[in-house]
């Protein structure tokens, strides 16, 4: 397993491995790894001959006053996982090595980043899509295998490729949870035993939702109801946004007979969370 610091040896491993006919799949991260990053990783092997990882917290991505500085990091441990994993190389960069002095090029999705997460972190999507339009130019990887838990982002780096035409697959695969429902992210780390309890409360207003509509119910609006009767039961979480939209436009729907992405993040304690589930038509 190679580590990869650089842009340039980046590209030129990963032309290397065209060249010799292996088709690229590639995981971005940034690193913390977990179980719902692994199963990015697995799906990666299974489709691709080589399997590249990238480890960078993006700064850009990032408000004023949110975690940063804190954001888990443990690279040793990281690499140890993913050389387990088979992976064929981890691309590694710094932050200058990603936003070099005097860059000031931005890839924005307008419109559809300023919803639902958008919404609540004002350029947040605008990081994200810059350096994941980055990173694929970098790496030119015919398939990018991306979480549903990230199911906004999921929406807006599809849209951002089909408005560029990157020449990548976009692979959506299925969140992964804890034994009792709670959706794996990097951020669990920072909840306290009494807020991992109190977590619990998004899994369960998704798994009311899931029911209420395998009942037959597809008013958008009965199903939002019977979602914030759930969360009012947690009044130590604070709700940041619960919705019930479009999941390619993002845009709230009426009806989900045709199928819904719900959607909720709150914050528990000082860390916020999200989830979501796919309603099926």
């Known amino acids: 397993m190679k580590i990869i610091p650089s842009a340039a040896e980046m590209t030129a491993f990963s032309k290397a491995e065209q060249r010799a006919g292996r088709r690229i799949g590639f995981v971005p991260t940034m690193g913390a790894l977990h179980e719902g990053h692994l199963s990015l990783v697995r799906a990666a092997r299974a489709q691709c001959d080589s399997v590249v990882v990238s480890i960078f917290v993006n700064p850009t991505q990032f408000g004023p006053n949110e975690d940063l500085e804190k954001y888990p990091r443990n690279f040793e441990q990281d690499k140890t996982i993913l050389q387990r994993e088979h ?8 932050v200058e090595e990603m936003y070099p002095a005097g860059a000031t090029t931005w890839v924005t999705v307008e419109d559809l980043s300023e919803r639902l997460d958008g919404r609540s972190r004002p350029g ?3 990081g994200v899509t810059t350096v994941v339009s980055k990173l694929f130019n ?3 990887p015919q398939f990018a295998f991306f979480g549903q838990k990230d199911a906004a982002q999921v929406a807006i780096i599809r849209k ?6 990157f020449d990548v697959q976009i692979v959506v695969c299925p969140i992964v949870r804890e034994g009792d429902g709670l959706a794996m992210s990097s951020r669990d780390a920072y909840l306290s035993t009494e807020e991992r309890k109190q977590a619990l409360v998004l899994s369960r207003l998704l798994e009311r ?23 009012a039961e947690e009044t130590a979480v604070k709700l940041d946004y619960f919705e019930i939209v479009n999941p390619d436009t993002l845009e709230p729907v009426r009806d989900v007979a045709n199928g819904a992405l719900v959607a909720v993040a709150a914050y528990v304690g000082t860390t916020r969370l999200i989830d979501n589930f796919l309603l099926r038509s």
Do not use: C, T, W
């Open 124 to 126: 947040h999507f605008r």
């Open 209 to 231: 939702v899931r029911r209420l509509h395998e009942q037959g119910e597809n008013s958008a609006e009965k199903l939002f109801a019977a979602g914030k009767q759930v969360i």
């Open 160 to 165: 951002m490729v089909r408005d560029l035409n």
């Open 87 to 94: 992976v064929s190389a981890i691309f590694y960069p710094s």
């Open 138 to 140: 970098i790496m030119q």
